[in-house]
């Protein structure tokens, strides 16, 4: 089966700096990567994703970037905010949303 | 506004009793999902369901079972609850040709 991870496991930085949480997986199947966001004590929520047939994808602050090749895709948050602090997870799929497999999460705290 | 309701949001049970965790969507969603989230596990899938009667074992099934005689609605059951059952239990839902998960609010349970 897929073998999801996410590097790193916890990550701190200062307001305004940049986050990049990266995600291997092992499936070459995987054609749909997205990202997840679950703040404390909220319910996961969708914040970007992206198709294989795509290498990034930007909205406002975060982007995705995906390197198909290598088996990997990575989160890219921007000028970080106190409100980006959460717990974020990747989550490789295919099959049209029957197949997914979540990482273990990486825990981003922002520090004002 | 996709709305996904479970109907707790805490439960603790005794060890051996049967349990039932219900999951509602209003979006007429084929595809719903149950999870366990437990701290540097991620999100672990139990058990999926792409059609009305529909069930497929996910990652890690033993102990549960599901049932959907509606399409709306999805439940998780511990036939028999063990104390390794304590975790969160989140229920998504999600459209047949999307990839997008929506997930509900979480029931806490406590197995004791």
């Known amino acids: 089966g897929e073998n999801v991870e996410q590097h790193p496991s916890t990550l701190s930085v200062q307001e305004g700096d940049s986050a990049v949480i990266k995600c291997t997986y092992s499936?070459?199947?995987?054609?749909?990567f997205p990202w997840y966001k679950q703040e404390l004590g909220k319910r996961p929520q969708l914040i970007i994703d992206?198709?294989?047939?795509?290498g990034e994808k930007k909205d406002q602050r975060i982007a995705v970037t995906l390197n198909k090749t290598a088996k990997h895709f990575s989160l890219h948050i921007t000028e970080t905010q106190p409100e980006d602090s959460a717990v974020y997870f990747c989550?490789?799929?295919?099959?049209?949303?029957?197949?997914?497999?979540f990482g273990p999460g990486t825990r981003l705290s922002v520090l004002p | 506004d996709v709305k996904v309701t479970q109907s707790s949001r805490y439960l603790v049970k005794r060890t051996g009793e049967k349990v039932f965790l219900e999951c509602v969507q209003d979006m007429d969603h084929e595809n719903m999902f149950w999870y366990r989230q437990d701290p540097g596990l991620g999100l672990r899938l139990i058990y999926f369901?792409?059609?009305?009667?529909?069930?497929e074992k996910g990652d890690i099934p033993e102990g549960y079972s599901v049932s959907r005689e509606k399409k709306e609605r999805f439940s998780l059951i511990l036939e028999s609850a063990s104390t390794n059952q304590t975790s969160m239990y989140l229920c998504?839902?999600?459209?047949?040709?999307?990839?997008?998960?929506?997930f509900g609010p979480g029931t806490r349970l406590t197995v004791t």
């Open positions: 998504a839902s999600g459209g047949a040709n999307s990839y997008e998960q929506y």
């Open positions: 499936d070459s199947a995987s054609n749909y």
């Open positions: 992206i198709r294989s047939n795509v």
């Open positions: 369901s792409y059609d009305v009667k529909m069930k």
């Open positions: 989550a490789p799929g295919d099959n049209y949303g029957q197949n997914f497999v």
